[in-house]
């Protein structure tokens, strides 16, 4: 029974650092992807060109190896409509508002309004995939939710953020129900992450590129910029999506919620180091009470585990 638990324990603390590692690499991406919108990368064909050189670089995975290529076979046509529905909800809506909202917003208003995103998923992740939340896990969802609120309130905004207050919302409303999806189907399917991601990457992504080049166009790139693509595509998707959904096979969908708020203090800092957007006393103390929020939700969830 000790090894049963000492091996839940090691697989779970696990999880929790793949997913620290994720949240590091995506907050990265809010300061390459604000380079550059700043070098005049149209968004939708910007986020396109990512997440489809991202797809490429996992479908040679998949077609090197014989075993992946078994089971894609054998997916049903069910699992591939929820596929699809992800690839949609997660890659076409979530990043592409994503992007758009960063060429309209700060990099740090975006990331706070971010931080709503584990409230949605507390509420809908006992509705929609039967995993109810705690009252001690609403505790820390709440005081993460606060710290956000403490961090940029009062919040000043000009006539012109308006549209993106409401495109980086849609955004995370969408992120909120693609999560949910995306640990029913990682944790129910018997896929493996790289399969998931590749599909679902590979539907999202192609689409953003479409709608971006009917939208927007196609612009000339310097090497700078080909570079700065080829980053976020290889290590912060590819490679960072794929150990997020090896991730959601152990997390609860509110463990992965809250420390999707770790990126707020992660884009805070970054953007304070390269962006040159503020960061005061303040917002140091807001800091504390999300961190606060993550530890509780993890502490809770290892005692719910060690008396399961």
């Known amino acids: 029974m000790t090894e049963k638990i000492s091996s839940t324990e090691k697989s779970h603390i696990r999880a929790v650092l793949l997913a620290l590692l994720v949240t590091f690499l995506w907050s990265s991406s809010f300061v390459l992807i604000k380079f550059g919108l700043a070098d005049g990368i149209p968004p939708i064909t910007f986020a396109g060109l990512r997440y489809s050189f991202g797809f490429l670089t ?30 949609i909800l997660f890659y076409t809506i979530t990043q592409g508002t994503n992007f758009i909202s960063l060429s309209l917003l700060p990099a740090n208003t975006v990331s706070l309004i971010y931080n709503f995103g584990p409230l949605l998923i507390a509420l809908g992740s006992g509705l929609i995939i039967k995993e109810d939340t705690s009252l001690i896990q609403w505790l820390g969802v709440l005081l993460s939710l606060v710290g956000a609120l403490i961090y940029f309130f009062p919040l000043k905004n000009s006539t012109g953020q308006n549209l993106g207050y409401l495109i980086a919302l849609i955004s995370v409303l969408a992120n909120a129900f693609s ?35 009917l939208t927007q166009g196609f612009v000339r790139l310097d090497l700078s910029q080909w570079l700065i693509i080829a980053w976020l595509a290889v290590v912060n998707t590819a490679f960072a999506f794929t150990l ?42 807001a800091m504390l009470f999300v961190i606060s929020g993550m530890v509780i939700v993890q502490i809770h969830g290892r005692y719910k585990r060690k008396n399961s």
């Open 58 to 87: 996992l479908l040679l995975i998949i077609i090197s190896k014989r075993k992946h290529r078994d089971t894609l076979k054998s997916v049903s046509g069910k699992m591939w409509m929820k596929l699809v529905f992800l690839g």
């Open 179 to 213: 999560n949910l999806l995306g640990r029913q189907i990682n944790h129910k399917s018997g896929l493996s992450p790289v399969l998931i991601t590749t599909i679902s990457m590979g539907i999202g992504g192609l689409l953003l590129l479409l709608l971006g080049g």
């Open 244 to 285: 997020w959904n090896t991730a959601l096979r152990t997390l609860s969908a509110v463990e992965a919620g809250i420390i999707n708020n770790m990126m707020l203090i992660q884009v805070a800092l970054l953007s304070w180091l390269f962006l040159d957007e503020a960061l005061r006393f303040k917002q140091v103390i």
